[in-house]
């Protein structure tokens, strides 16, 4: 087992993927007995993706519902097993860790999710919401546990006062400061954010962004920042991959990416997120809606949109390739000129 | 007269009484929408901007009630008009497009079965015209292949085309006033451009005004021509788009465009407004803001007045910020 250096990411995956299968119900089972046959449709909900972060790097993970960007974000928090491919953490694969370095990554990785009103126990009291899970693996000591609590709720921005009441009694914005409280509780290295802001008004969402950027830098964290608001992304992101339909399509530093995006989905998406000061003006159109993961199109998923697809397109998956130093892009465009 | 007011709303005010105690949800709205008009709502949850639509449309449920104010449609006082009346109007004069098209369109009828009867309560036509009524209006919002898909049924059909046909229903009897309460947020961007695409362009084929409620602003600056900013159930500035936008004079709506993500310096702390909104059973004395406000001072414990800065530039505050008057 190698210690990490610098240069090993905190997290990597590498040609990873989940698929989701229907199983058959009982009647189905019973009809495949005499030979029926059995509809198993899968859906590639994440197709093959590699992605590695950085010690103390901010990967904005952005993409349209159905693009699988949360299914990543939760096989990289462990909860839920990949299909395929491997990850690593610290250098260490996953198929390899003994039990003590498994839940040593467990800690390590920390989910926040976008509802805090369904991803809190509605029955428990904030204290113990938040001081479950360290007493459980005896991080700290029962009779320093309501200190604790009181500390890690001050540094969230929550008055220690309230330990003593339910979720229901906080606004949304509070509720999600309970939920980055209780990941935070497990002194985690590793945050990913599922769409932690998104179900928040827009002067709550600025506050609970400056927590994050300011949790940062006081608990050395990395984030995996997954958003379907490009704005949100753009902020706080040091890179930025792009989803479509379970693949990346692009990968960039944050500022080369907003500035000269590389593939067409990415360039169609930055057209049109309505910005304040652009004034008033006429949405350019991509045709067509986001197909189904069951039943993606073949070869590049995003060919039947696409203002520049080829017949090449249609038929051949475009592999993500570097374009540029540090960027990435998966078309075929680039394999012309 | 292009210039004349399609709808006229003066000191509404909508209470819900409660076991807790009156909800004040709209306190005192007014505002002018003109014909072909796109006028956007913007505000936080619970700013009373859904409220004031539903208000406008009589659909409010028990315990909500309109307490006071007018609300003038084509010179109608709509306010205490007959529940017949309302229903008369509703669909054929003033249509709405809600944020879920799940909930408004029924789950066991067929897509043909639901347009062909909003078209025959308003007219008197036979259902083979009526379904050719129904086609057009499909195709008209981009929906390919339009007889067949009269044939499905609202499940079969994705989010964006939900909202398509709950667009396609408002709009058939090509009525003068449509209010569309967040009709794009459950949507995903290129869907959401789509749609705004689609509205931008029937309003301005048909002389349509528009009432646009949202909490976003973005999506005002690209295709509003008004705006009206809500907070605690009050209008608190309204003004044309460009100068709401680029020059605001209450502390609310200054606060609220600063704190836009991509208004501020990539990296660096983003502005924000301290506090949450107030609860509408705890609201502070005098202006509803003054707790989250800068530049409150004791004149702020009376409630502020709607003063009129220059124009239509109308602002509720005591202490407008300087630059924009």
């Known amino acids: 087992m190698t210690t990490a250096s610098a240069e090993t990411p905190i997290l990597e995956v590498r040609r990873i993927s989940k698929r989701f299968a229907r199983t058959p119900d009982f009647a189905e089972r019973l009809a495949g007995m005499f030979g029926a046959k059995f509809d198993a449709r899968v859906v590639h909900a994440v197709d093959d993706v590699s992605l590695a972060v950085k010690h103390g790097e901010v990967v904005g993970l952005v993409g349209e519902s159905g693009c699988g960007k949360s299914t990543l974000g939760r096989m990289v928090a462990g909860i839920i097993p990949k299909s395929d491919g491997e990850l690593y953490f610290e250098g260490a694969e ?31 009291r904030v204290r113990d919401i938040i001081g479950e899970a360290p007493l459980v693996h005896g991080m700290v000591a029962r009779d320093a546990i309501a200190d604790y609590v009181s500390d890690l709720m001050l540094k969230v921005g929550l008055d220690p006062g309230y330990k003593r009441r339910y979720p229901h009694q906080f606004s949304g914005g509070q509720r999600q400061r309970i939920g980055i409280a ?71 530093p944050t500022t080369e990416l907003y500035a000269t995006p590389n593939h067409p989905y990415t360039r169609a998406l930055l057209e049109e997120v309505p910005q304040v000061g652009t004034g008033k003006r006429i949405y350019s159109v991509v045709k067509g809606e986001i197909p189904s993961p069951l039943n993606p199109p073949p070869g590049c998923h995003f060919h039947p949109r696409c203002p520049h697809a080829m017949p090449k397109c249609a038929i051949e998956q475009p592999a993500l390739k570097q374009v540029a130093p540090g960027r990435f892009s998966a078309c075929h465009l680039n394999d012309q000129n | 007269m292009p210039d004349e007011a399609l709808l006229t709303v003066r000191d509404l005010r909508t209470h819900f009484e409660t076991r807790q105690g009156v909800v004040k949800a709209v306190d005192g709205v007014s505002l002018d929408v003109r014909r072909g008009e796109i006028l956007g709502l913007v505000g936080e949850s619970g700013s009373g901007k859904s409220i004031t639509g539903f208000s406008i449309l009589g659909l409010l449920d028990a315990p909500g009630r ?44 067929r897509i043909d079965t639901q347009i062909i009867e909003a078209i025959q309560v308003h007219e008197r036509i036979s259902t083979r015209a009526a379904r050719a009524r129904a086609s057009a209006a499909l195709q008209r919002v981009g929906i390919p292949s339009p007889d067949e898909r009269l044939q499905a049924y609202p499940h079969q059909f994705s989010g964006g085309m939900r909202q398509r046909v709950a667009i396609a229903i408002a709009l058939l009897h090509r009525p003068a006033l449509v209010i569309a309460d967040e009709p794009t947020t459950a949507l995903d961007v290129t869907i959401q451009a789509q749609i705004i695409f689609e509205m931008q362009k029937l309003c301005a084929e048909s002389g349509t ?19 009206c900013v809500m907070y605690a159930g009050r ?43 107030p609860t509408p059973f705890s609201l502070p004395q005098g202006c509803p803001f003054r707790p989250r406000c800068g530049r409150a001072d004791a004149a702020c414990l009376e409630v502020p007045q709607e003063t009129t800065l220059r124009g239509e530039r109308r602002v509720r505050c005591f202490h407008p910020l300087e630059e924009s008057v």
């Open chain 1, 94 to 124: 996953s198929a390899m860790w003994n039990a003590a370095q498994a839940q040593a990554a467990q800690l390590a990785v920390q989910i926040i999710f976008q509802d805090p009103m369904s991803s809190l126990n509605p029955r428990k």
């Open chain 1, 182 to 252: 209780r990941a935070l509780a497990v002194k985690p290295r590793f945050l990913v954010c599922d769409e932690a802001v998104a179900a928040l008004d827009v002067s709550i969402q600025a506050q609970v962004l400056n927590l994050f950027m300011d949790l940062k830098d006081a608990f050395n964290l990395t984030y995996l920042f997954i958003s379907h608001d490009l704005g949100v992304v753009r902020h706080l992101s040091d890179r930025v991959a792009i989803m479509y339909l379970g693949r990346i399509v692009e990968m960039a």
């Open chain 2, 66 to 109: 309109i307490v006071g104010g007018s609300i003038r449609f084509k010179g109608e006082e709509l306010v205490g008009a007959s529940p017949e009346r309302m229903r008369a109007l509703r669909g054929r004069e003033i249509a709405m497009v809600f944020q879920d098209p799940m909930m408004t369109l029924n789950p066991v009828l």
């Open chain 2, 209 to 227: 005004a528009l009432i646009w409620i949202t909490h976003d602003l973005a999506v005002i600056d690209g295709m509003g021509d008004r705006v």
């Open chain 2, 235 to 277: 209008i608190v500035e309204s003004g044309a788009v460009r100068d709401v936008i680029s020059s605001p004079a209450h502390p609310y709506a200054r606060g609220l465009i600063d704190s836009i993500p991509s208004r501020n310096e990539r990296g660096k702390r983003l502005s924000q407004i301290p506090g949450a909104p």
